[in-house]
Structures are given as C-alpha cells and as structure tokens.
C-alpha cells in the first residue's frame, strides 16, 4: 500500500488532478505514484464498490451525492468544474455578462444526446423552464431562484436574465442538478413513456446501460462523444453497504475503486501491494442537526447548550484519526465567503448544564438521533454524541434507516436530531448557506433543520446580489456568526475524503465536491480485460 493524495493520481498519463491532502501522516505525492501500473491499454470494465446506491438518475430532482456521482457522468452543464475546481465552459464554448441582469452562454454546436437528438439552445431553455417550474420544481430550484427568463437568441446562443444581479449564477449552473437532459427524453418522462429516474439521457461521456437496484448500475463508454471517448468500455457501480465486504474486493482485486474507508481501517491496506490510499480534502461538512420546529429544539438555549457538550477536537481525533479539520462554522478554508474571525460555540459542559436550566431542562430529556445505517463513521458519531448528552441529563436513543427512507425521514421533518453532511459543491457559500437556511428551502429543499431567522434570510438575498467581492465576504461573514449562535446544528468535522484505488488505474478525478471524473480513466494491459 502507498498513500496517495488526489493530486499525484494522473501524473503518471499527464492528467493533473485534485487538489492536497491533509492525511496527518506524510503521503507519497511523486509522479511515480503509478509504478506498479504496466502498460495503459484501451478497454476494460472500472468496478466502484460503493456504500450507497444512487436514489435517482434524474439531475433536476437529486439531492444525494451517490446519485450525482454517477450521474454526473453521463450528464454535462453548461459550465463544469475542472480538476481544481475552476470553472471552465463545457456545453457552452463560451459565457459572458453583458449586462447586470442578462449571462450569454454561447453553445457549442457539435454535441447530440444519447438518443441522438440535437443539443441547441431550445434544449437548454426547456431543461430550465422545467427545473424551476412549480409543478415538477426541482429541490435545487432555489440555485435559480433568481433567473426570470431563459431566452434562446438563436440556436446556439443562449441568455439568462435575472431579477437582481447574481454573482454566483455561473457557479451554480455547474452544480451536478444542472446537468442538460435530451427534450425528447423530458418529454417521454412527461407523457409517462419512460422515466428519467431509471433511464438517464444526456450528452456526456457515459451513456446509461443498466441498473439492478440495490446491487449494480452499469454505464458504457458513449461511442459517440464529441469529445475523446473514454479509454474504458464500462464503469459498474456495485452497491456494497458492509465496508468489509469493500475493502475484501481491493485485496482481492474484485474492485478498483472503494468509495468510505473509516480511518480506523486505513492499516488494512498496508498489505495490499497493488493498492492505494487516497485522501482528499472536501468542502462541505458533516454536522448533528437539530428539527428547530419540534421541543426541546424549538430553543436555541438548548441547542446551544448541546453545542457545548460535544468536544469536536476529541471527535475528530477520535473518531476521524485526525483526517480533516473542526468544523466551527459551514463554511471551509477553500470556499468563498469563508471568514477566520468566526467566534464557535466552545465545549463547555458546565455552561451547557446552566444553559439547560435557563430553558427549563435542569432535569434533561429524552429525544432520538436518526442516521444511515450503511455509514458506520456516522452511526459512531451519534454513538458518542449519546455519551456527551447523557453527561448534562439528556438520553438519546439512536435509530438507523436505509439511504432512501432516511432522507425522506428527514426531508419531512420526521425526527428530533439527525446526523448528516452537505457538500458545498460550488465552492460558494451561496450554495453552503442558502439552501441550508434559508426559510424558503424548509425540508428536502436543503433546510433540513427547518431553520428560520429572518434577518439572515435578507442578508443572504444580499450577499447574492452583492457584485462587490468584500462586501459579499463581509455579508458571510455576518452571516456564518449568526447562524452558529442560533445553533441549528452542531457543525462537527470538515473530513477528508478517504478512498481506496488500485495502482493500475490511471486517469481518476475525485473533486473536493465528491465528483468522481471517469472520462479519463484507463486500466493498465494487465487489468484492462477485467
């Protein structure tokens, strides 16, 4: 086993790829990361053991990272981020502001879905008509809330007009939820005559093949991509909830990828010779959420108060072996808007204790933690947070759900406290706190804490239409502090990604979003015919 961070993964097929790794023990990050590879050859099939299985293929309606893993791949935006996070144009060949209220997104003009129909500037009106009308709105619908109309100028010239000015527009349009899906397909989905939620169509490098739910999904290489087509014949996601039974088919060289190694069992793969570790810093967080609108979480004495009962320092420790870094406020170092002058609610037993009795508590109470049962680091997170709880009075019982129904659980409303995390996928705090708590996302939308502050309400409308960059960062600033003293949620760690990769693929991109780039992976001769 060598650890490897995102960085050095391509060097070796002249692919740079993401960025550093905070590993706390040093990693090796030259370009000869992929010695052991032998020589690359076209073909193969790149196996992912995953812990979750996709909810829906249909961008517009996702809202999990293990859907858009995998749909992010056979999907394309008009703007995507690259292996650093930059925005580059991808359907479009080019965008500009032309004005405060009106982006131009010029089109490339050599790009067909899977199902052969034409990609213009129609495509592009009716993918966003349909995101954001109120009848089949999207749960990222709020990403757009600012856009009044789509406008195709001419086939392949495209102009978004907005109500205010928007600084983060661009950002958002490469979201994951706003991949472009074929009109055709739209409308089949419409008419009943098929459903994008098991059979995606857009332009990208991988086309849909199959999906047995609950145990594989399967795409193939799109033969006719316009750009170059992908080295690998197939990728197949197998849906491997036990994080045994993964790391077994690394060792085993059943899998080239594993998705959520526990860093507790990171030495596992200090035997395996043809396996690295890799890690990648992220720019979301993982947090314990409140339900605000239910008691005792209705007030924000006792969410504070429990605020001060968790140590986040042992958690991260104890818990994360050190990958990743307290998390004082939603925002990371790498996301803009972030600010160091944030003052975190520290651990303080004895104030949470005070704090309980000022809000009527002094005797605790009983409430129950939900998370899923497929990610063990989670399910010990609430573990110890039910330790730190019954230190001030309070029991917690713990309840684990499937993926799907827990989200759903949570979405509704349907629980006291819930241990989740959220990608801040843009880079922009505009999407780590607008959806988040905003009172106009309440649920699925994003707000799964049901937060409601007013005042934050306005300052973050303010901060998107804000087109001076320090005022915006002063607005975050402003609004960050708040929301961690109203205590929506305990904000607990920024993790590192931990994965698993064989030594003999080339090509991988994980982004610190939890995109997983394929376009240009390739198997080495050895293991290609896999």
């Known amino acids: 086993m060598r650890k490897r961070n995102a960085l050095a993964l391509g060097l070796s ?3 740079l790829l993401t960025a550093c790794s905070s590993d706390p023990e040093e990693s090796e990050t030259s370009s000869d990361a992929n010695e052991t590879s032998s020589e690359v050859e076209a073909g193969g099939n790149f196996i992912l053991a995953m812990p979750s299985d996709p909810v829906t293929l249909n961008p517009h309606a996702a809202t ?3 859907s858009t893993i995998v749909f992010t791949n056979i999907y394309e ?9 930059e925005l580059q144009p991808a359907l479009s060949e080019s965008y500009d502001q032309i004005d405060d209220l009106t982006w131009e997104f010029n089109l490339r003009e050599d790009v067909s879905f899977h199902d052969g129909e034409p990609f213009n500037a129609d495509a592009v009106v009716t993918n966003f008509e349909r995101f954001l009308d109120p009848d089949t709105a999207s749960p990222r619908a709020s990403l757009f809330e600012l856009v009044e109309d789509i406008e195709a100028v001419d086939e392949y010239t495209v102009h978004f007009k907005t109500s205010a000015p928007f600084a983060p527009l661009p950002a958002h349009l490469a979201h994951g939820s706003a991949g472009i899906v074929s009109p055709k397909a739209i409308e089949q989905d419409e008419a009943g005559e098929s459903d994008l939620t098991m059979n995606p169509v857009g332009t990208g490098p991988f086309e849909f093949d199959s999906w047995e739910q609950g145990n594989e999904l399967v795409l193939s290489a799109n033969e006719s991509y316009y750009g170059e087509v992908p080295a690998i014949d197939q990728a197949t996601f197998k849906v491997v909830p036990e994080q045994s039974t993964r790391i077994a088919m690394m060792e085993q060289g059943e899998a080239h990828y ?20 890799i890690t990648q810093e992220q720019l979301g967080y993982e947090y314990i959420g409140f339900n605000t609108e239910v ?18 320092e042992t958690l991260l420790e104890g818990l994360y ?16 808007g972030y600010s160091s002058n944030i003052e975190p609610l ?3 037993p004895e104030k949470a204790k005070e704090l309980l009795a000022e809000a009527g508590y002094e005797d605790g109470f009983e409430a129950t933690i939900l998370t899923n049962d497929a990610n063990p680091l989670r399910v010990q997170v609430a573990e110890l947070v039910q330790d730190y709880f019954q230190e001030v009075g309070v029991t917690l019982s713990i309840e684990l759900m499937e993926w799907g129904a827990y989200l759903d659980a949570v979405g509704e409303g349907n629980s006291d406290m819930f241990v989740l995390g959220w990608s801040s996928a843009t880079g922009d705090a505009d999407y780590a706190l607008h959806p988040n708590y905003h009172s106009d996302n309440l649920g699925s939308a994003g707000n799964q804490t049901f937060y409601q502050n007013e005042e934050v309400d306005e300052w973050l409308i303010q901060a998107r239409e804000e087109t001076d960059e320090d005022a915006r960062l002063a607005l975050y600033e402003q609004i960050e502090q708040q929301i961690v003293d109203d205590a929506p949620a305990i904000f607990t760690v920024h993790n590192d990604y931990i994965v698993g990769l064989s030594d003999h693929v080339d090509g991988f991109i994980h982004l610190p979003n939890g995109v997983l780039q394929l376009k240009n992976v390739s198997l080495s001769e050895s293991d290609s015919g896999y």
């Open 77 to 85: 935006n008009l703007v995507m981020n690259d292996e650093n996070m």
């Open 346 to 348: 520290e651990y303080n």
């Open 295 to 312: 008691e005792p979480f209705d007030d924000p004495l006792v969410r504070q108060a429990l605020t001060m009962t968790v140590n986040r």
């Open 13 to 15: 097929s002249a692919l």
């Open 258 to 277: 594993m998705q959520q190694i526990e860093p507790a069992n990171v030495g596992q793969f200090e035997h395996m010779d043809d396996v690295s570790v």
């Open 321 to 336: 072996d050190g990958y990743g870094l307290v998390a004082e406020s939603p925002l990371t170092e790498n996301t803009f």
């Open 64 to 66: 999990d990272i293990p």
